[in-house]
């Protein structure tokens, strides 16, 4: 079957940007969208495959939630938790003003 | 570099006939000699390795067993925790992050008498194939500088390689340690998904990830695998499999071996690839393996199905970045906002390729694509999982080759897709979740350069014990 190329637009590439929560410039949406275009292109041969009857497999273990002993073991410091906040007051993390009101 | 290997090294110093310090303090010399060229180590811990390795002769000055790896010095991919120094995974985003705790597989070398020599260098957040993402600069080829060591564990293949540690450690997502152990000419082993603790290991593609070691020879790979395998209570995705001494399973018989070639790892490689794979079939049929021709058609829809599954996981292991509790953090403007926070410190924090697969995984996830690219890569996935099923049934091991060129030169691969091509052969190990091996198989001298180029066995899971013994054989073969 032959690939047709996926149409993505700089639009799109800013809305999936937004999702990501990453700040990107007009010129380095442009650049990804060419290349992700490129990439889900390729992905696209997938659409070839014939899954019909074929469960979904998220993972290689058949295990799923294995629990531990409700026992209390060792656990951080306050000290240790907080020790790579890139912003601290006291004993809490300072972050910008969330709720409304005059922008800090 | 005629340099004994992990086993030996440990066996010198146990009887007392090697000092754990003396050995600690070549090996630093070394690693100061050379690491300006190679840029394998991001960070040395010079006092820490030193002081450990007194502590070692000191325990068997009185009498007491440090464990196999005494003495061993080890270099850590930065992806895995260490209170010892940093945890940066080679990213702006990280730097100067300490980890309050070691990671398991760190706890359990250092409790067999391994010494932590240092943290190597890697492409960011392991996400590519040639160490060239690293935000700490590139890593450099021992056997040739202008070329790549691959990735993403370059810095711990490169390490390794230039003998600059006994063993190292890598991860592996979709061929993370078996490639760049291919092109730097060393053993790399990519246990089956749970073997091996990754309690401690920052996440990329959590149904993907394996830790594994570089080493040597396979006797090492095998030695350190034997230390590190097995269930841990922080980690729920360990496998409470128990794991088997390897030395009880007898070494692998050629004439009982069935040794599986695909047709489809047969097409694509260069010269000195298909030679190097002929050789090793060639020395298997002499020494009376049988040779079965096996089909793996789902071989070609690998790299695709990957590049769904893998970063649609690391966007959503990644979303932890947002620069509030650790992690880089934008300098906060006047009147904006947390999102605003969130969105700038990612973006000045993550290098190009990550937000690349940010991007990829978001956009496969989002609402009206998800049935058409991430569902329909979990459905391949079970039948790529189920052909390896029915290969396995014909034969013990896989054999190809573990990328299909040898180290190409460092800026030589710049349009993505390409890149994500050297991982053909390596990336359906890790979507089925089964083990692979990387060996030195041959050396490609096209270029006017000796160039390592590496053979894959692969196994079915848990079958560790039959891929190491295959292993042996084979190297025993290729070193005839």
Known sequence: ??????????????????????????????????????????????????TAGVDPMAHPLDTVNRLDDDEPGPVL?????????????????????????DSA | MNRPDATAVAAAIRS??????????????????????????HEVFHDAALERAAAIDAMIAAGRDPGPLAGVCVA??????????????????????????????VTRLVG???????????????????????????????????????????????????????????????????????FCGIVGLKPTYGRISRWGLVAFGSSLDQIGPFTSTVRDAALAYGV??????????????????????????????????????????????????????????????TIVDIDLPMTDHGISTYYVIAPAEASSNLARFDGIRYGHRATQRAGEGLEELYARSRSEGFGAEVQRRIMLGTYVLSSGYYDAYYD????????????????FAQCDVILGPTAPTAAFTIGGVTDPLQMYMNDVYTVNTNIAGIAGISLPGGIDRSSGHALPVGLQLQAPAFAESRLLRASELLERLLSA
């Not at chain 2, 303090?25 to 190679?38: E, K, V, Y």
């Not at chain 2, 992806?79 to 070691?102: E, H, K, V, W």
């Open chain 1, 1 to 50: 079957m032959a690939e047709s190329p996926t149409s993505l637009s700089s639009k799109d590439v800013a809305h999936v940007a937004r999702l990501a929560r990453l700040h990107l410039d007009d010129a380095t949406i442009e650049s990804y969208r060419t290349q992700l275009a490129s990439v889900l292109t390729h992905i696209a041969r997938l659409g070839n495959v014939d």
């Open chain 1, 77 to 101: 410091t306050l000290d240790q938790v907080l020790m790579n906040a890139p912003a601290r007051e006291g004993d809490f993390i300072a972050v910008p003003k969330v709720l409304g009101g």
């Open chain 2, 16 to 41: 007392g006939a090697l000092r754990a310090v003396d050995h600690a303090r070549a090996t630093l010399d070394a690693i100061d000699t050379a690491n300006p060229g190679l840029n394998a180590y």
């Open chain 2, 76 to 105: 850590v991919k930065d992806n895995i925790a260490t209170t010892l120094g940093q945890t940066t995974c080679s990213s702006r985003m990280l730097t100067g992050y300490r980890s309050p705790f070691d990671a398991t597989v």
């Open chain 2, 112 to 182: 067999a008498g391994a010494v932590i020599v240092g943290k190597t260098n890697m492409d960011e957040f392991a996400m590519g194939s040639s160490s060239e993402t690293c935000a700490w600069g590139v890593v450099r080829n021992p056997h040739d500088p202008t070329r790549t060591p691959g990735g993403s564990s370059g810095g711990s293949a490169a390490a390794m390689a230039a003998r600059l540690c006994d063993l190292s450690l890598g991860s592996d997502t979709g061929g993370s340690i078996r490639q760049p152990a291919a």
């Open chain 2, 228 to 289: 590190m395998a097995g269930v841990d209570a922080h980690d729920s995705t360990s496998a409470p499999v128990p794991v088997e001494d390897w030395q009880a399973t007898p070494p692998a018989d050629p004439r009982a071996l069935r040794v599986g070639v695909p047709s489809q790892y047969l097409r694509n490689n260069d010269p000195a690839v298909t030679e190097a794979l002929e050789r090793a079939l060639g020395l298997l049929r002499a020494a009376g393996a």
């Open chain 2, 376 to 391: 329909r890569a979990l459905r391949i996935r079970r039948l790529i999982k189920q052909e390896f099923d029915t290969a």
